[in-house]
């Protein structure tokens, strides 16, 4: 006779701590789809419709995971995926800052609302669900090649949507065809200074890109 699997399931699923585990649950899904209604100052290739921060996760986890597979072969495609879920997930709360020529004054500010992001989610999930929080940690730490992976192809995407929408947000904040080259160095040597010196590939396809981009739009 087959089990009543139902309501075996049932039966575990009202039961605590595991009761407890499915609010949990259902609560981390409320976050994904907060998350999902997110819009960044990207476009999509129409150039109308802003992009999502789920948009732009989908595309890092995918983009980043085949890339790594075929010229980055000695990194973790697990975590490469592990850490693209999540790099992003604090905005659900703090929501996405347009870093077009950011100053100073505004990056400290995205952090410290970003801060309070995470230790927002900690309380939420760092007991029941501590994958969430703990693997955001240890993407904010940068001291694995996979999570600095990330973070380096995290500043190419943006450049790929520029391109396909025809540099539509980046008229709209200012930003003229003459001034892609010194944005891009500026951020070009920023990136290798902070987390991007050990990811030539990732490197290289930024300067790619960022040449793309350039004939894309001038």
Not at 37 to 53: A, C, I, M, Q
Not at 59 to 77: K, N, Q, S, T, Y
């Amino acid at each position: 006779m087959i089990p009543d699997i139902y309501s075996t399931l049932r039966q575990i699923v009202t039961t605590p701590p595991v009761r407890n585990v499915t609010e949990k649950v259902i609560e981390l899904a409320q976050l994904c789809l907060r998350f999902a209604r997110v819009n960044r100052v990207t476009y999509h290739e129409d150039g109308k419709r802003l992009e999502t921060d789920a948009d732009h996760t989908v595309m890092l986890g995918i983009v980043a995971c085949a890339f790594a597979e075929r010229f980055a072969p000695h990194l973790d495609l697990g975590l490469i995926a592990q850490f693209a879920l999540v790099h992003d997930l604090v905005e659900a709360y703090a929501g996405d800052t347009n870093t077009l020529r950011i100053s100073a004054e505004r990056a400290r500010a995205k952090e410290e609302i970003e801060a309070a992001a995470l230790a927002k989610i900690v309380e939420q999930f760092g007991v029941a669900l501590p994958w969430v929080t703990a693997t955001i940690k240890q993407y904010d730490r940068l001291d694995t090649p996979e999570a600095r992976f990330i973070k380096t192809l995290d500043k190419v995407l943006p450049k790929i949507t520029h391109a396909l929408n025809l540099g539509a947000a980046l008229r709209e904040h200012g930003v003229q065809p003459g001034d892609i080259d010194a944005i891009n160095g500026a951020q070009y040597a920023k990136i290798v200074a902070s987390y991007g010196a050990d990811q030539p590939e990732a490197m290289a396809l930024y300067q790619s890109v960022h040449e793309y981009l350039k004939s894309v739009l001038i």
